[in-house]
């Protein structure tokens, strides 16, 4: 259910306030420093008025005792003793009208502290186009402290009600609920079924996708819209899977369900800002660790190498060291890809890593002290040797700064750092999940096939950080239709199991159905946003291209195929491919699937 057009204008001023709500929040780090501003405010109303008083009396000629003269400064801050005759010293006259202030705002506070869940509910209850976080660890919190920098609501739903970080997030202006998220009553408490985006980031896989679920159930049964919703899959084959059922889902349903596995999205920002092949020839990489994060950077720089169009002959040469390489020998089972396109060196110590010579080696440890250890150990085994050493800590200390100085010394490999989780859990990458990406990728389809045109006339080709939101929405609804135009040519979405397979181009008949479906998908959402048949102006929402397929020019209808024949590329960029659907009368049986050399049985959907 998309908000009322009157609400449209009022969420950039939310956001103004909600931002400085979220500064105003930082100077006083702690309740105990409010109290203590307010307790010195006490002290120097009562010494003026003393003072005050003193002056007074002593024109008067009766100078009455110390104690008497503080306890009229203390009657101050209850509106008495503030009335005198004859000349008012300027100490006296201030302490009389800022006594009642600090105590009214004393009593304001007290109030607040008292009754802040009665306040905290109230507001619940009135948030709209809100975000709901769902779990807050760390990757969490720094999620909850990008979007309240930026100035969105957030609610944060945690079941651990002792987590030292819902002080400081109350402070920053987000509202709290304690309570089980995968609850129902716990999700109508934060307002889900008003919410734009629900996000969970609870530390296990299955505990994510009840929650999950339970907002798609919620939603469902209190709304007439959609709930976007994004969940964080840390096992890559469970994420890959879940991808693929959801975009198999799409309808007019309650929910759309996007997936993001932290690791793979961090990945893919380390290889963007440390690129690991030189522009041309070939290329030698070296990877320290075998954990989550080392598995995924090896299945994506054998892609990357495979989207390169490098020929046979020049194959990617991977060198490996860590202490258990079992799951990777288990890793290139599962992905044919990186036999495909890599050759796979085991380094049994580091010494046998700078022998080898790479031109870039990613220490990924499974700890900072590790981090700096290994890459000092593997500066001095290669400082013959013009390599870059990337460290990926899993979030940045001040361990990194001291790497980055030992990295300024002369005659030896350069050392860069890598905090996974601060480029990753900030808001324009954790929120996009494997849809998010391939609505960006589609988009960027579209730039490449308008090199000449500008944003001056087509607003939609300007980039996606300023595109308008109707048209990057446009673009998430296209992608999560690609389940729908491949079950028209009987196909359905999985992981990526063969890489020659899914970069196999559709038939032009495949082409011609699927263009003709994604048509009429654009049709019905320009219909539903209110467009109607005219010459092309977007201000006025009219197009000459609210037609049948059958009306269309081949040059419009290009548009369509162009995105089709891009499809398995971009399905196979995420780790998705298009496979082949089992006959009707197989899917209710066991179909056993042959993936990279291993025979297993799954239980296929219907």
Known sequence: MQPPAWRAPLRPVRRLLARRRWRSGRPLATSGALWSVIGVAFVVVSVLGVIGFTGSQQ??????????????????????????????????????????????????????????????????????????????????????????????????????????????????????????????????????????????????????VEVAEAGRGLGRATRTGTLRGVMHLEDPELSLLVCGQELDRYGPGAARLDVVNVYAAGVRVLLQIHPPFPSEGPAHVAIVGTGATARELALALARSWGTRGTTAQERLRLTIAGRSTRSLFALWDQHAELARFADLEVADELVAVAVSRPDVVYVCPDGAAAAVSTALAFRRLACDHPCRIVVVLEQRSGLDRVLERASQLDGAPSIATFGLLDEVCGPDVLLAGTTELLARALHRTYLDAHPDSGADEDPALRPWAELDEALRESNRDQAAHVGVKLAAIGRTIGPLTDWDAAHRPFSDDEVEVMARSEHDRWMTERQRGGWRPGPRDPDRRTTPYLVPWEELSEEIRDHDRLFVRQLPRLLASVGLQAHHRPPPHDRGANVPARKCGRERTLEPRG
């Open 59 to 208: 024109h008067h000629g009766v100078l009455e005792p110390l104690t008497t003269r503080l306890y009229l400064s203390l009657q101050l801050f209850v509106l008495q003793s503030g009335a005198v005759t004859g000349p008012v010293p300027w100490q006296l006259d201030v302490a009389r009208f800022a006594a009642p202030v600090v105590a009214g705002y004393t009593i304001l506070q007290t109030l607040a502290v008292v009754f802040q869940e009665q306040v905290a509910a109230l507001r619940l209850r009135a948030v709209r186009d809100h975000l709901v976080v769902a779990g807050l660890g760390r990757k969490g919190w720094l999620l909850v402290q990008g979007l309240l920098r930026r100035g969105e609501q957030v609610v944060v739903i945690e079941a651990d009600g002792s987590t030292s970080e819902l002080d400081a997030v109350r402070r920053s202006g987000a509202l709290v609920v304690i309570g089980d998220a995968r609850s129902p009553q716990t999700q109508r408490r934060a307002g889900v079924a008003r919410a734009r985006q629900l996000v969970t980031l609870t530390g296990a896989d299955a505990t994510n």
